[in-house]
């Protein structure tokens, strides 16, 4: 099995018969390193520049992709960019994470807001369309950009979380409203807050009576899986039930890491 230089290096054959990446920017990563979503979050590739040899952009399209990061922002963890082939110039993993001329071309035919999330956002962050539900976004920030994201207005604001003093507008709306039944709490990616914020989160919309259902959105299980750790699904468990909504949209996409971290969610 090939692995990057040094000790306890992480093997590169995640798969059989995936081909082993050339040339990432991590040769000495170690095992304990490369399963910690810590270093994962930062070290995430974030610009055009970095992706540049890893996927053999000529320089002009290296300029026409930075003028896209200048609109839409890159962010794609080591983890995911294991995970693409790169001698494939449709692969279906890359599509989904590496920026694309696409974006750049179709800003004046698309919508900033397709869904019209903004129209029925009665307070700053809040969505509140069907009478019995709602859709909290807590966070700005992704551990993983995805091309097709339907959010991708919010980028621009930065990559800030949602401070007390916002979430707890939004938890008051939620306590007048006693239709409300079921919460979406989304963003960005709810699950890369720091656990304290994802359980204060939690907490006080348990303390919502009128609340049945509360519904996480996040794509973590397959961008980012080593993020399902011990400590978050205790918080899980002690709020519990909460349902994940995630997505894979490649078999690629589940491997190890992501099949452990969907099991502790269903055990959590």
């Not at 919508?111 to 700005?140: A, F, I, Q, S």
């Not at 993983?144 to 621009?156: L, N, Q």
């Not at 960005?188 to 509360?214: A, Q, S």
């Not at 993020?227 to 002690?238: G, S, Y």
Request: proline share 8%.
């Amino acid at each position: 099995m090939d692995t990057r230089p040094g000790e306890d290096a992480v093997p590169l054959r995640r798969a059989k018969g995936r081909p082993a990446p050339v040339g990432l920017p991590w040769p000495q990563v170690t095992q304990e390193q490369w399963n910690d979503y810590r270093w994962q979050l930062s070290h995430r590739i974030t610009s055009v520049e970095d992706l540049r040899g890893l996927c053999g952009f000529t320089p002009e399209e290296t300029r026409l992709l930075s003028r896209v990061t200048d609109l839409y922002r890159a962010g794609i963890t080591p983890y995911y960019l294991s995970l693409v082939r790169f001698d494939d110039p449709d692969d279906p993993i890359a599509r989904q994470a590496v920026p694309s001329a696409e974006e750049y071309f179709g800003v004046e035919g698309g919508e900033d807001d397709p869904l019209e999330e903004e129209k029925d956002m009665p307070v700053p962050g809040l969505t509140h369309r069907y009478p019995d539900r709602c859709l909290m976004v807590v966070t700005n920030f992704c551990s993983m950009y995805c091309r097709h994201c339907t959010r991708k207005r919010i980028w621009a604001l930065g990559e800030a979380a949602k401070t007390e003093f916002e979430l707890t507008k939004m938890f008051a709306y939620i306590r007048r409203h006693e239709e409300i039944r079921d919460v979406i709490v989304s963003g960005g990616d709810p699950m890369t807050l720091p656990t304290e914020r994802i359980e204060y989160i939690l907490k006080n919309l348990r303390k919502i009576p009128h609340v049945e259902i509360i519904r996480i959105g996040t794509r973590v299980p397959s961008v980012l899986p080593m993020r399902v750790d011990d400590e978050l699904c205790a918080v899980l468990e002690k709020y519990g039930p909460v349902w994940i909504n995630t997505q894979f949209n490649h078999p690629r996409e589940v491997t190890a890491e992501a099949r452990r971290a969907c099991d502790r969610l269903l055990r959590a």
